[in-house]
């Protein structure tokens, strides 16, 4: 990265999310934060559950001081699917992480730090994603790709609209929501057909803390939920004594309105699934 990006405006640190003394140091002069680090995946979480959680939530609090310190503009946490209604330890630290920044805003104080998170799903091509796995499969010879379950969706997202979607929020956040994008899902099963259609399929059924079809906005939260026209935001739970508590108009002057009882956004019902036409042009984008 240092060797592409190398403006007068960047500074490249080697450290540690856990090590609070040097996060902080990086923070210094600091405006803007956005909070990628966490252990995400979810087997090796399973099998090593306190590293986990010393990365994805002592080092999420870590953050959350560095940027006080800092008296930081604006702090943006990236969060998961696997928080809403977890079920796997990377799931469960990373719905944590979401409460310590949705609560930070209590924390701030007179401090102008605002704290909110970003949540979305799969980014395609990242390491230790299923596309970069079967690439590599393929390129081995294999004689089958491995499918979980044939009924198994995923939200897809490729890392350039994750980065749009996160620097938009900086500029329509209050603090203490969550914003989720409306983004199509993906079946398994096309994503093999779309990589390799001639190659056979075998299921060798879901791995560890795995679910079959991923939430974003839970049903519990729909009380919570506020609908606009390319995303959703989750209002916080608790109240904010330093901060607007109605988030049905954003700093950009976009309104939304709330979702209906009960409403829930899967990627098992959402309205927009890619075709496998789709996915093979997604994945083109994405990793060439």
Request: aromatic letters at 8%; one cysteine or more; a neutral charge.
């Amino acid at each position: 990265m240092q060797q592409e990006f190398h403006g007068p405006e960047m500074r490249y640190f080697i450290g540690d999310v856990r090590d609070r003394e040097r996060l902080t140091m990086a923070m210094r002069g600091v405006e803007l934060v956005v909070h990628a680090a966490a252990m995400k995946q979810v087997p090796a979480a399973e099998y090593n559950p306190m590293e986990c959680v010393k990365t994805n939530i002592y080092g999420a609090e870590n953050v959350i001081h560095a940027a006080l310190a800092h008296n930081i503009e604006k702090v943006i946490a990236l969060s998961t699917d696997k928080a809403a209604n977890p079920i796997n330890l990377y799931g469960a630290t990373k719905l944590c992480s979401d409460k310590l920044f949705v609560a930070a805003n209590n924390l701030a104080g007179a401090h102008r730090t605002t704290f909110s998170v970003v949540r979305y799903g799969n980014v395609l091509g990242s390491r230790g994603s299923v596309v970069p796995h079967f690439k590599k499969l393929i390129a081995s010879g294999s004689d089958h790709l491995p499918i979980t379950h044939e009924d198994m969706t995923r939200f897809w997202i490729t890392l350039d609209l994750g980065v749009d979607f996160v620097m938009q929020s900086f500029k329509r956040m209050h603090g203490g929501e969550t914003f989720v994008p409306k983004i199509p899902s993906v079946r398994i099963t096309d994503l093999a057909t779309a990589m390799a259609p001639a190659l056979p399929r075998k299921i060798i059924g879901i791995r560890p803390g795995e679910k079959l079809h991923e939430v974003m906005c839970p049903r519990d939260d729909s009380h919570l939920t506020i609908e606009f026209p390319d995303y959703y935001v989750i209002k916080p739970s608790i109240r904010f004594f330093s901060r607007s508590n109605e988030f049905l108009e954003n700093r950009l002057g976009e309104k939304g309105k709330p979702v209906s009882q009960g409403f829930e956004y899967n990627s098992g019902d959402n309205p927009h699934f890619l075709t496998i036409e789709e996915i093979t042009e997604f994945n083109h984008l994405a990793c060439g």
